[in-house]
């Protein structure tokens, strides 16, 4: 209640889906950075992995050294030991 009024309660709606394209739209800073929104249309899996903070940090330091995410390092170095596969 303020001032002896009792306020209205305004619903929230529910928050819209999450589109890749936005969302590299925005990480990317500018807007400008095409790679990004390709990678969101190709990159669509997600995969977990538990590893020590010490061999995190050997992680981040190697990317921030070579001057890219370590997002596409660790996706280049997976590319490398596990190519595709043709007949």
Same mark, same amino acid.
């Given at each position: $209640?303020?001032? =002896?009024?009792? $306020?209205? /309660?305004?619903? @929230?709606? &529910? /928050?819209?889906? +999450?589109?890749?394209?936005?969302? *590299?739209? @925005?990480? +990317?800073?500018? =807007?400008?950075?095409? &790679?990004?929104?390709?990678? *969101?249309?190709?990159? %669509? !899996?997600?995969? %977990?992995?538990?590893?020590?903070? !010490?061999?995190? =940090?050997? @992680?981040?330091? +190697? *990317?921030?050294?070579?001057? @890219?995410?370590? !997002?596409? $390092?660790? /996706? +280049?170095?997976?590319? /490398? ?7």
């Amino acid at each position: $209640m303020k001032n =002896g009024k009792r $306020m209205q /309660r305004v619903p @929230i709606g &529910a /928050r819209p889906q +999450a589109n890749p394209q936005a969302e *590299a739209w @925005i990480r +990317a800073g500018d =807007g400008n950075d095409l &790679a990004a929104l390709a990678r *969101a249309e190709v990159y %669509t !899996a997600r995969l %977990t992995l538990d590893v020590t903070p !010490a061999l995190r =940090g050997r @992680i981040k330091v +190697a *990317a921030f050294s070579q001057g @890219i995410t370590v !997002a596409d $390092m660790l /996706r +280049a170095l997976l590319e /490398r030991e596990f190519p595709e596969q043709r007949p």
